[in-house]
């Protein structure tokens, strides 16, 4: 198993431009969420997805569109990119029911925005 | 807004010594889950503990668990350079949320 895939790794961007970010997890995973992580400070959550075809805001969403088309995909869209948004994201997936709350990451994607 | 705020912010320990960090947290949770990051890796799940338990172990990992005091704490024993790292407590955004709220994370060196 992969567990949790990011592509790509690195992209540079400038303001203005847009990408989107692949995340796929091969756990059969319900739940999906993409965060952010800034330099001094935890992870913060962008958008979550509770199942195929359904997403959700989390505390960060302005600037970002998701859409989980497929069970195993999540991606993340940044439509107009600005320098605030350079950072590093990551995914993370868990399954819905039992005890287990762990989250499962992927190894994340540095972007940065000129 | 985050819900837990993990203390100190650095730790800097020798080989072999024990590093203590700690989380605090704002409500009422049903459990707290502490995450490992490596530099320029994904978060790795440690330890979960749930509201009804005040320790759990596993190997050399004990966390401690007050809900009283809204506080948890991590210990690591007979650290190792592999040990360094950020560690993470996460705790749910309401009590029994799917949704994880972070704090800012301990980062931990381990001397040779």
């Known amino acids: 198993n992969a567990g949790v895939t990011q592509t790509p790794k690195f992209r540079v961007l400038k303001t203005g431009q847009s990408m989107t970010l692949l995340c796929a997890q091969d756990?059969?995973?319900?739940?999906m969420y993409w965060y952010r992580q800034d330099p001094g400070m935890g992870l913060r959550l962008i958008h979550y997805?509770?199942?195929?075809?359904?997403?959700a805001k989390g505390e960060v969403p302005d600037g970002y569109n998701v859409s989980r088309l497929k069970k195993q995909n999540f991606l993340l869209g940044l439509e107009s990119a600005a320098p605030s948004q350079t950072s590093v994201y990551f995914c993370?997936?868990?399954?819905?029911?039992?005890?287990?709350?762990?989250?499962?990451f992927g190894p994340g994607t540095r972007l940065t925005v000129t | 807004s985050q819900q837990g705020e993990e203390d100190p912010q650095a730790l800097s320990i020798q080989e072999g010594e024990n590093a203590t960090m700690n989380c605090s947290y704002k409500?009422?949770?049903?459990?707290l889950q502490w995450y490992r990051q490596n530099s320029g890796r994904g978060l790795v799940h440690l330890i979960l503990?749930?509201?009804?338990?005040r320790e759990k172990h596993s190997g050399r990992l004990r966390v401690t668990l007050d809900t009283s005091k809204k506080s948890s704490s991590l210990l690591i024993t007979a650290s190792r350079a592999a040990d360094t790292a950020s560690y993470f407590c996460?705790?749910?955004?309401?009590?029994?949320?799917?949704?994880?709220?972070f704090g800012a994370g301990t980062t931990v060196t381990v001397r040779a």
């Open positions: 993370a997936s868990r399954h819905q029911t039992g005890n287990s709350y762990e989250q499962y």
């Open positions: 996460a705790t749910p955004l309401r009590s029994n949320d799917y949704k994880l709220s």
């Open positions: 756990m059969n995973h319900e739940y």
């Open positions: 503990i749930r509201s009804n338990e």
């Open positions: 997805s509770v199942g195929e075809g359904t997403t």
């Open positions: 409500t009422s949770i049903n459990n």
